[in-house]
């Protein structure tokens, strides 16, 4: 089983940053795709930003400019560095992991959530 868990969120103000972290643990072979999601009331979940392992990157039109998808691949780890945040990025944040395992096969597992905050 794969374990993953998310770290960073918080309240800040317009313009402010946050970098979120998230960790995958257990049995995993590599992990191909890791991005971050978020949704806030009343929306639906929307891809933010993802990156793929040979380091590709998309972003949501929205954030493009202003936050940061990376990978640590020794520690199973995505951030997001979130700058410039505006009230509209208020949202609950969750990563995604696509974990392969060691038959080729692809799991995909979601974080806890961590709550983005942005207000003055």
């Known amino acids: 089983q794969v374990q993953v868990v998310e770290s960073g969120g918080g309240l800040v103000q317009p313009g402010g940053s946050l970098r979120l972290s998230c960790a995958a643990s257990?049995?995993?072979?590599?992990?191909?795709?890791m991005g971050w999601r978020r949704q806030a009331p009343g929306n639906q979940r929307e891809l933010v930003a993802g990156?793929?392992?040979?380091?590709?990157?998309n972003y949501a039109d929205s954030v493009k400019g202003r936050f940061a998808i990376s990978r640590d691949n020794a520690k199973n780890t995505v951030y997001l560095q979130m700058n410039s945040l505006k009230p509209e990025d208020t949202a609950v944040y969750y990563c995604q992991m696509d974990v392969a395992r060691d038959d080729g096969r692809i799991d995909v597992y979601w974080g806890q959530g961590t709550q983005v905050t942005v207000s003055s």
């Open positions: 990156i793929s392992d040979s380091g590709s990157t």
């Open positions: 257990g049995s995993i072979f590599s992990i191909n795709f």
